[in-house]
């Protein structure tokens, strides 16, 4: 992942399983602020699991620390996956135990997928939950 700005990322998405190399976007349409939560537009790899396929999705999340003490962080939106042509809803919740410990809960619009990253400067590994544990992935990113 290259970061253009704070808002805008891009960067290369490649899937070894699937021998598929793909664009990476992600954009803060609005930054989140104590009375709205962020909307993020992006592009990726359809759903985990899918051969192939591209998604467009629009997200908005919000991070309840301030009202719970707790960084848990929800979000809710919509994805159109290219595999099947099919517009879906989304969802999910991140929760940040240190600055360098989180977990995530991803709702695709069809399968519940849990991913523990642990990040450490520009790097990113990731143990991915592939439908609740059918299958184990592990992913790593570099931000430069």
Not at 24 to 33: K, Q
Not at 36 to 42: K, N
Not at 85 to 94: A, Q, V
């Amino acid at each position: 992942m290259y970061l253009f700005s704070d808002r805008v990322r891009a960067g290369i998405e490649w899937n070894p399983k699937a021998d598929d190399a793909s664009p990476l976007i992600n954009v803060h349409l609005v930054r989140e602020a104590r009375n709205r939560p962020a909307v993020i537009f992006g592009l990726s790899s359809d759903r985990i699991g899918t051969p192939y396929g591209k998604s467009l999705f629009l997200t908005a999340s919000y991070d309840l620390k301030a009202v719970s003490g707790l960084s848990l962080a929800p979000y809710v939106g919509v994805a159109h996956g290219t595999f099947e042509d099919k517009t879906r809803p989304i969802g999910g919740l991140n929760i940040r135990f240190s600055p360098s410990l989180s977990a995530l809960a991803i709702f695709d619009g069809v399968h519940l997928h849990e991913v523990l990253s642990y990040e450490r400067g520009r790097h990113g590994l990731s143990l991915v939950l592939v439908r609740s544990g059918r299958r184990v992935g592990v992913s790593y990113n570099v931000v430069f």
